[in-house]
């Protein structure tokens, strides 16, 4: 029973660390610079309620390893606005790019009414 709690603690502390570690961003650097680069300024917010919100957009950012999250999100964000659903998908390095695959090829399946785009490494 004592060779659990160390394994458990290492469970608990290190592995959302080491996560969380790996990013180079925080979520707002992504949603800020996308959103002023695409849309007017003006015509798009940053909240705390929706990540980017524009006249006709209702966006979600979400790391790309939260792909399946996202989907749900922004479908719910667009009823709540009625505004179109849209993802931006973080993408830091090259091995993200499945989680792309995985979202393109669900929302297509699935004929979903969502537009996707990323942050490509």
Not at 29 to 35: G, T
Not at 41 to 47: A, D, F, K, L, P
């Amino acid at each position: 029973m004592r060779k659990a709690i160390p394994v458990l603690l290492f469970a608990v502390i290190l592995i959302p660390s080491m996560v969380f570690a790996e990013r180079l961003h925080p979520k707002r650097w992504y949603q800020e610079r996308w959103c002023a680069k695409y849309f007017e300024q003006g015509e798009v917010s940053v909240s705390d309620q929706y990540d980017c919100l524009s006249q006709k957009y209702v966006i979600e950012f979400d790391y790309a390893y939260k792909w399946y999250e996202s989907i749900g999100e922004s479908l719910h964000y667009a009823i709540q606005t009625g505004r179109k659903a849209g993802i931006v998908l973080i993408m830091e390095n090259e091995s993200d790019m499945k989680y792309w695959i995985k979202l393109k090829k669900t929302i297509e399946h699935y004929h979903l009414p969502i537009d996707i785009w990323n942050t490509s490494p």
